[in-house]
């Protein structure tokens, strides 16, 4: 039987909204799944392993069916086998994984041009992985990315549904950039920029734009996102006749660049983590940046909540509710239009 959504819930939540604190001890963020782990003694075998940096959940799966694992010194093949890693010994080659210690990390860096931001080993230009040399950071990877000419803030955990709930538009957690671009930034290219602009990809959902610099030759903006295309604003302001010359991400939710040298990285913080978390709000996403929402939702932008909506339902339903929006914008019925 389906569970209701309860009233005033985000869209795609079930009885209200998600708790979004960070236990004490390992910096395990709530709403993660790390969290849903907490609850119980017990966790899937591979999970375990792959938390652990051993290789990815589908490697691990390989390495549990080729007999590469003892659990208590017994022989382990089976998948999808679960443990109690506070209570089991897990020896994988010989070495024994600890097993009380909470292996999710959480780090900012401070990423210089000329890295890329990927965790694949054929790769042999310089990763942002590399520059994290804490011996206890296991596997990570980036969330999200920063193209190669790019600088500045980006996140890297072990941890995947943290990373899903920042980094995906869904729940709009903003980012901030210094963006230096070729040419003098005129007020209708601003607007376009605001608005949102069409892409192959489709429109973007428009971002908040506040000039620092405007001169001649180069211009300086800061801009601010909740979605994240692939080199989104340097296709942006390439489509409004700007090349982007430098581009910085300074600030990911409350975190900001200020303080962390280039090429350096830091352990987030139990609170710091919070904080993102408490910014990954889906019924905020709906929201342009900067306006305000209350409890009852009112004031969102009806043309964003209504797509949204047609999208999840498709096929003849969508249809009438773009017929029905159409209907409502014009003020009498659609003609062909016939040149003269």
């Keep these: 039987m389906a569970t209701r959504r309860s009233k005033g819930a985000p869209r795609g939540s079930r009885g209200g909204k998600r708790p979004r604190s960070v ?51 017994e022989l382990v093949t089976e998948l999808g086998v679960k443990i109690d890693p506070t209570k089991q010994k897990v020896t994988v080659d010989g070495a024994v994984l600890p097993g009380t210690e909470d292996p999710r990390r959480y780090y900012v860096l401070n990423k210089p041009k000329g890295v890329v931001c990927t965790n694949d080993r054929r790769e042999e230009r310089l990763k942002a992985v590399d520059l994290i040399t804490d011996p206890t950071a296991g596997r990570i990877y980036t969330v999200g990315r ?32 210094r963006v230096v671009v070729a040419g003098s930034l005129d007020d209708e290219s601003l607007d376009k920029i605001r608005s949102g602009v069409h892409l192959s990809e489709g429109k973007t959902s428009g971002a908040r ?90 004031g969102a932008p009806r043309r964003r909540v209504i797509r949204r909506a047609s999208r999840r339902r498709g096929g003849s339903g969508a249809r009438q509710v773009r017929r029905t929006t159409t209907a409502r914008r014009g003020s009498g019925p659609r003609r062909s239009r016939r040149r003269s």
């Design 209 to 298: 734009v506040a000039i620092v610099k405007r001169a001649k030759l180069r211009s300086v903006a800061m801009v601010t996102l909740r979605e994240g295309m692939n080199r989104e604003l340097r296709r942006v302001f390439a489509r409004v006749g700007h090349k982007v010359l430098e581009l910085t991400r300074e600030e990911i939710g409350p975190l900001v660049l200020r303080g962390l040298k280039e090429g350096r990285f830091r352990r987030l913080s139990r609170q710091e983590v919070e904080g993102l978390l408490d910014m990954s709000d889906e019924q905020a996403a709906l929201y342009p940046l900067g306006s305000t929402v209350d409890e009852d939702g009112e």
């Design 146 to 177: 920063l193209d190669e000419e790019s600088r500045g803030l980006i996140l890297l955990t072990s941890d995947g549904d943290f990373s899903h709930r920042v980094s995906h538009p869904r729940y709009g957690v903003p980012k901030t950039y």
């Design 23 to 73: 236990s004490a001890g390992g910096y395990i963020a709530d709403g993660s799944s790390a969290r849903r782990e907490a609850r119980t003694d017990q966790v899937r075998l591979n999970k375990f392993l792959a938390d652990h940096g051993v290789a990815s959940r589908r490697a691990c799966d390989e390495l549990i069916a080729k007999g590469k694992i003892l659990v208590d010194d």
